[in-house]
């Protein structure tokens, strides 16, 4: 009984020098080097290094975290041998065609129009601009990965989008602009049959 006062005596000791006080002393530090660590200023030299810089380039090869990018499919619209990939490689919805339809009016309806027909605002402006539109023959049978990749790095006096567009993005507006182009070239039988007696068409 009496060891158990002792400590609790003891421990009652601990629990008031850990109140803390105002105190001039600097505090306690466990490890210190790291109060004044070693280090370089921009462009400083560093004679550790044989090329006396201190500011070290990243390793060949390094990539940052996120940014490897190995489905070339996916980020570049080309297989191994840089080639245009043939169909897309994301998976077709309806959520796909709407984010597509979303970007597309934002960002090139302006100059293709609505319809992909190049009768945007700005090519009937008269600025000089040749209307450029999705439905020849050459547009409607050329591979997927052409229409990311001109999205991406433009042509001739179309700019690249790379920056304003996000990859996965791009591959909604080029679905879209498919989604266009058969709009463009549709039949009868492309129509659902609930939706034919709506519009009076027989297949």
Request: positive net charge.
């Amino acid at each position: 009984m009496r060891r158990a006062s002792y400590i609790a005596v003891l421990c009652g000791l601990i629990m008031t020098g850990c109140r803390g006080r105002v105190t001039e002393k600097p505090p306690i530090h466990i490890n210190p080097n790291m109060d004044a660590m070693e280090r370089f200023e921009a462009q400083e030299e560093n004679p550790f290094f044989e090329d006396r810089r201190a500011m070290r380039p990243p390793v060949p090869g390094t990539v940052a975290r996120g940014m490897l990018r190995a489905d070339t499919h996916f980020f570049t619209g080309r297989d191994s041998a840089g080639a245009f990939v043939a169909v897309m490689p994301v998976t077709r919805s309806l959520a796909l065609y709407r984010r597509g339809q979303e970007r597309y009016n934002i960002y090139c309806a302006v100059c293709h129009g609505k319809a992909g027909d190049g009768q945007g605002i700005v090519m009937r402006g008269g600025y000089g601009f040749a209307p450029v539109g999705f439905h020849d023959d050459r547009l409607r049978s050329i591979e997927d990965g052409y229409l990311f990749d001109v999205i991406t790095r433009g042509v001739r006096t179309m700019p690249g989008y790379a920056q304003q567009i996000a990859v996965a993005d791009r591959w909604a507006v080029a679905a879209y602009v498919r989604a266009l182009q058969r709009s463009q070239h549709a039949t009868a039988s492309d129509v659902p049959t609930d939706i034919l007696s709506e519009l009076s068409i027989t297949p």
